[in-house]
């Protein structure tokens, strides 16, 4: 395809142009620590912090700055191995102290998070984009409580940004939260009988039964809220990469909760 008629940066895609803005950023940050006059109050505050009688070369304390940034960027479960702690991690107490050092850290950090964030941001795009095309106008539409809008808040900007197992999970969050508000105890108890009524009361399973019994949702929605439970289930108790129909949880707690409130099944599929 022809592209001539693209001007300037938009010649290149979105993620390039954000990556070597943040390059030149963490460029010309570089620059302002060996120029700049100010920094060198950064590296006295530091002697003093650590009570140093050997002054620092400005150097040596911004390549500090940038071990602790890595050791904190590391410290994330399978980020990386961040290995045992060294001499400049003894105690990060002296560093928190020190106001400027943890600031020039944040930085370090900052940018290493940017740079993960562009590489996410075009699938981020394709999945809201493909929510939007119904799933997102139905929950607008939806007259639920707060509780209920926060959690499917989560669940779409969770999906969004591929964080699929607590997607999952907040799914059966938000079925439950509204199954219970609309189900009281003396009608699980007309259903299911008293030998449910222990002191953590009836569970999500029996909801959705109840629900089923009473014309809330259908035989097919109850089975499909039925395998968002089961699944979100398995996320959290038995292996948090089972996410593989994430999408489909999210869609479909988009009709369940859309037949619990207006009483319609917007999208009635065999399974």
Same mark, same amino acid.
């Given at each position: !395809?022809?592209?001539? #008629? ?6 290149? $895609? ?18 302002? #620590?060996?120029?700049?006059? *100010? ?5 006295? /505050? ?24 890595? +050791? &904190? ?7 990386? %191995?961040? *290995? ?12 928190? *102290? =020190? ?34 095309? #119904? ?9 639920? @409580? ?8 989560? &669940? $779409?900007?969770?999906?969004? #940004? *591929? ?14 939260? &509204?199954? +219970?508000? /609309?189900?009281?105890?003396?009608? =699980? ?16 399973? %029996?909801?959705?039964? &109840?629900? +089923? ?27 948090? +990469?089972? $996410? ?6 999210? @869609?479909? $707690?988009?009709?369940?909760? =859309? !037949? ?12």
């Amino acid at each position: !395809m022809d592209e001539e #008629w693209k001007e300037s940066s938009y010649q290149q $895609t979105f993620e390039d142009c954000l990556l070597k803005a943040i390059e030149q950023w963490k460029s010309d940050r570089c620059a302002s #620590w060996a120029n700049a006059i *100010g920094t060198n109050e950064i590296v006295e /505050k530091f002697e003093h912090l650590f009570e140093i009688i050997q002054p620092f070369e400005k150097q040596e304390i911004f390549k500090k700055i940038e071990q602790f940034a890595q +050791r &904190v960027r590391e410290s994330r479960p399978g980020v990386g %191995d961040s *290995g045992p702690l060294t001499e400049l991690q003894i105690d990060l107490d002296y560093y928190y *102290g =020190c106001r400027d050092f943890i600031q020039y850290a944040k930085e370090s950090v900052q940018t290493y998070l940017a740079g993960e964030l562009t590489a996410k941001l075009r699938e981020a795009a394709s999945r809201l984009v493909d929510l939007a095309e #119904w799933e997102i106008q139905v929950i607008e539409d939806l007259k639920l @409580s707060k509780s209920a809008k926060g959690f499917l808040q989560l &669940v $779409t900007d969770s999906y969004v #940004w *591929g964080f699929y197992a607590p997607c999952i999970i907040i799914c059966r969050s938000v079925i439950e939260e &509204v199954l +219970r508000s /609309k189900i009281d105890y003396d009608t =699980c108890e007309k259903h299911l009988g008293s030998r449910h009524a222990q002191q953590q009361g009836f569970s999500l399973a %029996d909801y959705i039964e &109840v629900a +089923r019994h009473e014309g809330f949702i259908n035989e097919e929605l109850a089975k499909r809220a039925h395998a968002i439970r089961e699944r979100a289930n398995k996320v959290l108790h038995s292996d948090p +990469r089972l $996410t593989e129909k994430t999408k489909e949880s999210v @869609s479909q $707690t988009v009709r369940i909760l =859309c !037949m619990l409130e207006t009483g319609k099944d917007l999208f009635h599929i065999e399974l």
